[in-house]
């Protein structure tokens, strides 16, 4: 079975608010596309960056870490589509506080 390659499509949403929605397994060799294609937004940390992570197959400890790291850089970040695997990785690391504040399906199509 081939890896699935990382696929991020970039949107600007109302308000300011961007959404990076990402699809395949965000892992060691995909981690920095990650990190890329978030500081390619330029944010100045205002409005939180969307992360949909629907399409997420695998996500390792080199994807949780890209997440910390865009987290950091973006000012805050907020995660939708979080799959119950990963959901229990962010639970066990003690990240789901900090990265996990998932908007309800509402807000996402309030803001785009």
Known sequence: ?????????????AAG???????????YD??????????????DGDAPVLL??????????SGLSALLVVHRAAGAIRLTGVSPQLQRMLDRTGLSELLAEAYADDDVRAIG
Do not use: F, H, K, W
């Open 1 to 13: 079975m081939p890896d699935q390659l990382l696929t991020i499509e970039t949107t600007r949403l």
């Open 17 to 27: 608010n961007v959404r990076l929605r990402l699809t395949g397994e965000l892992d």
């Open 30 to 43: 995909s981690a920095p596309d990650l990190i890329a294609a978030a500081a390619e937004l330029g944010g």
């Open 52 to 61: 949909d992570l629907t399409g997420v197959t695998l996500c390792d400890s």
